[in-house]
């Protein structure tokens, strides 16, 4: 059976989704903890990061780097938070976080925020990709 994100990924659910390649995805998650927060998902189903082919788990995480680039550009914080839980979702992702303290990477922070919030959100790290050159920017 299809995990949520890979519902995600193949357009059966809405995402808002600011890079993709044939190997991995990047989209904002609908209960941030600050605005940018971003998911990069393999393609692959694969539940457990420890499971992760070597080239996949590289390519995973020079897509995270990139997005993380594009994230400190769109919204200026100290530092860009790097977690992977995998409890919520049996599908391997990464949660790139804007950080001004150590506090800002606490999940019991997420929350719902308005459409047009994550819209925003998702735009200017779409931008902030095209500004670093990325040919991988979702429309």
């Given at each position: 059976?299809?995990?949520l994100f890979t519902k995600i990924i193949n357009g059966e659910i809405p995402g808002r989704f600011v890079w993709k390649d044939d190997q991995a995805v990047a989209f904002l998650t609908i209960r941030p903890i600050q605005d940018g927060h971003t998911l990069i998902v393999p393609r692959a189903e694969i539940d457990h990061w420890l499971d992760?082919?070597?080239a996949l788990a590289n390519h995973v995480m020079h897509v995270?780097?990139?997005v993380g680039r594009?994230?400190?550009k769109a919204f200026?914080?100290?530092k860009v938070g790097v977690a992977l839980v995998g409890l919520e979702v049996p599908h391997v992702h990464v949660?790139?976080?804007p950080m001004w303290n150590v506090s800002d990477l606490d999940f019991?922070?997420?929350h719902d925020v308005p459409a047009a919030q994550l819209?925003?959100?998702a735009e200017k790290i779409r931008v902030a990709l095209r500004a670093l050159g990325k040919r991988e920017v979702s429309n």
């Open positions: 059976m299809p995990t992760l082919p070597p995270s780097q990139e594009a994230i400190q200026n914080p100290t949660h790139l976080v019991a922070k997420q819209d925003a959100a």
